[in-house]
């Protein structure tokens, strides 16, 4: 039950994080099919790195130079209570 929680949510979870970032892109002057590209594939490298054996925290700490979108991107996520998407996601898998 706890894989199909896990593997099976995620990309549904994962999904409005492409979506956002293409948003992003289209607002940058993008065209959608090209932000929506570069979006999944960022989500993709991330992936890769993770699985590469390197920590999402350490990942999240190493990519941002002083200043950054990166700062600006992270500060605004957590001002944005993005965290308690944490809690919600622990208390599925519990379920």
């Known amino acids: 039950m ?10 549904g979870l994962c999904a ?5 970032r293409a948003d992003g892109g289209v607002v940058m002057g993008f065209p959608r099919a090209e932000a929506q590209m570069m979006a999944a594939q960022i989500m993709q490298s ?3 790195m ?5 920590y999402p925290a350490i990942i999240r700490e190493q990519m941002p130079t002083p200043p950054s979108c990166t700062i600006y991107g992270l500060s605004w996520k957590t001002e944005r209570s993005a ?13």
Do not use: K, N, Y
């Open 50 to 54: 993770v699985l590469a054996g390197q």
């Open 16 to 20: 409005p994080i492409v979506e956002a």
């Open 2 to 11: 706890l894989c199909i929680t896990l593997a099976g949510s995620g990309p």
């Open 46 to 48: 991330a992936g890769r």
């Open 83 to 95: 965290r308690p998407l944490r809690g919600q996601f622990r208390r599925l898998l519990i379920c």
